[in-house]
């Protein structure tokens, strides 16, 4: 019998996988594989990339302007590409925005040294949110309906009772990553999703941070060899679906029609960014050619171009070994081609790839 109340700590929270629910019921398994054949073109698509960096640093800033707006922090393309590389210029919304893209990496990093644990989560939040975060110790957090007063959802309280639910809930994802037949990755992402935001460990970010939980799960299971798709977007075009699929749970135990819409939030995001990357890769090749063309063959410099929406000087002289006086000569070239459009900083020249920040722009549209 389900002890929810809107009103009151849920400490009892239930553990994964729920007891007495086939979460591999006949319509689950049938969407996960839909969703497992749409990833794995994306998985085969960019490996195909010559610098698969290029996509994932590209996609990377627009599922952090996504995730960003769900929370209701709202930013501009030209805010975060002109200050991709000076976040600690940029105004808030987009300071924040950016700080997501650099949590997302440091989540990652922190992954190649150990296994996902609970410091890797604490370490996210604290990157999202640009302060050192752990978990809540205060009562009282309480989520309400926007606009009102009224309480929707009251997470557990006690930093030892959020803890445990962590730590069990780390133990179910690995458990089942490890297992032969354990429950799909797919699966165990979806739970774990929903588990962490109804554990709501952190006093804030918890959203964010559970998005990117879902990459480092995808990541960690072998489904992805690179953070190459993000699922925000489609959380975010389907926002009222999301948050009461998460209330369908706590409230109704409605873990199938959970788990079906983030199979179909996979689903959809695996096929939106495989036009991303055909597009991407069909731009690369294009000023690829113009270059040649122009002589501005050099090992390196594409690379260096697209790497970041934004590029300067000193990223052409790491990625080629040209020396500043080269590397600006090159630069102002591409700006007679079209390709590249500078942009005034106030310590040093910046250019920006215009054609780059063009198509995100049209392939990220709302």
């Given at each position: 019998?389900?002890s929810?109340?809107p009103?009151?700590?849920?400490?009892?929270?239930?553990g994964?996988?729920?007891?007495h629910?086939?979460?591999e019921?006949?319509?689950?398994?049938?969407?996960?594989?839909?969703?497992?054949?749409?990833?794995?073109?994306?998985?085969e698509?960019?490996?195909?990339?010559?610098?698969?960096?290029?996509?994932?640093?590209?996609?990377?800033?627009?599922?952090a302007?996504?995730?960003?707006?769900?929370?209701n922090?709202?930013?501009?393309h030209?805010?975060?590409?002109?200050?991709a590389?000076?976040?600690?210029?940029?105004?808030?919304?987009?300071?924040?925005?950016?700080h997501y893209?650099?949590?997302?990496f440091?989540?990652?990093?922190?992954?190649?040294q150990?296994?996902?644990?609970?410091?890797t989560?604490?370490?996210?939040?604290?990157?999202?949110r640009?302060?050192e975060?752990?978990t809540?110790?205060?009562?009282?957090t309480r989520?309400?309906?926007?606009?009102?007063d009224?309480?929707?959802?009251?997470p557990?309280?006690?930093?030892?009772?959020?803890e445990g639910?962590?730590?069990?809930l780390?133990?179910?994802?690995?458990?089942?990553?490890?297992?032969?037949?354990?429950?799909h990755?797919?699966?165990?992402?979806?739970?774990?999703h929903?588990?962490?935001?109804?554990?709501?460990?952190?006093?804030?970010?918890n959203g964010?941070?559970?998005?990117?939980?879902?990459?480092?799960?995808?990541?960690?299971?072998?489904?992805?060899?690179?953070?190459?798709l993000f699922m925000?977007?489609?959380?975010?075009?389907?926002?009222?679906?999301?948050?009461e699929?998460?209330?369908?749970?706590?409230?109704?135990?409605?873990?199938?029609?959970?788990?079906?819409?983030?199979?179909?939030?996979?689903?959809?995001?695996?096929?939106s960014?495989?036009?991303?990357?055909?597009v991407?890769e069909?731009?690369?090749?294009?000023?690829?050619?113009?270059t040649q063309?122009?002589?501005?063959?050099?090992?390196?410099?594409m690379?260096?171009i697209?790497a970041?929406?934004?590029?300067?000087?000193?990223?052409?002289?790491?990625?080629?070994?040209?020396?500043r006086?080269?590397?600006?000569k090159?630069l102002?070239?591409?700006?007679?081609l079209?390709?590249?459009?500078?942009?005034?900083?106030?310590?040093?020249r910046?250019?920006l790839?215009r054609?780059?920040?063009?198509?995100l722009?049209?392939?990220f549209?709302?």
């Amino acid at each position: 019998m389900n002890s929810w109340r809107p009103d009151a700590p849920y400490n009892d929270l239930p553990g994964l996988p729920p007891a007495h629910v086939d979460v591999e019921s006949k319509a689950v398994l049938k969407s996960c594989a839909r969703a497992v054949e749409a990833l794995a073109r994306v998985r085969e698509a960019a490996k195909r990339l010559p610098n698969p960096h290029v996509l994932i640093h590209s996609l990377a800033l627009n599922e952090a302007r996504a995730s960003s707006e769900i929370e209701n922090i709202f930013t501009t393309h030209d805010e975060l590409y002109g200050y991709a590389r000076t976040p600690a210029l940029a105004p808030p919304a987009a300071r924040e925005t950016l700080h997501y893209r650099s949590a997302l990496f440091d989540g990652l990093a922190y992954m190649e040294q150990r296994a996902l644990n609970a410091n890797t989560l604490a370490l996210v939040c604290s990157s999202i949110r640009g302060v050192e975060t752990n978990t809540r110790a205060l009562p009282g957090t309480r989520i309400v309906r926007g606009g009102t007063d009224q309480v929707v959802y009251s997470p557990p309280e006690g930093k030892a009772v959020i803890e445990g639910h962590i730590d069990r809930l780390l133990a179910f994802v690995h458990r089942e990553l490890e297992r032969e037949q354990g429950i799909h990755p797919l699966i165990v992402m979806s739970l774990a999703h929903y588990q962490f935001e109804a554990i709501h460990p952190f006093g804030d970010g918890n959203g964010r941070t559970g998005r990117i939980l879902n990459v480092l799960i995808l990541v960690a299971s072998g489904l992805l060899d690179q953070p190459v798709l993000f699922m925000s977007r489609e959380i975010q075009l389907t926002k009222g679906d999301y948050y009461e699929g998460l209330r369908a749970v706590t409230a109704h135990g409605e873990w199938e029609r959970w788990v079906l819409y983030m199979l179909d939030v996979v689903r959809r995001s695996s096929e939106s960014t495989l036009r991303a990357i055909g597009v991407l890769e069909r731009l690369f090749e294009d000023v690829s050619e113009r270059t040649q063309r122009e002589g501005l063959a050099r090992v390196g410099l594409m690379e260096a171009i697209f790497a970041e929406p934004v590029c300067r000087a000193v990223d052409i002289m790491e990625r080629t070994g040209a020396s500043r006086p080269t590397a600006i000569k090159w630069l102002e070239r591409l700006v007679d081609l079209g390709v590249m459009e500078e942009v005034r900083d106030v310590k040093e020249r910046v250019f920006l790839n215009r054609p780059l920040t063009n198509l995100l722009t049209e392939l990220f549209a709302e």
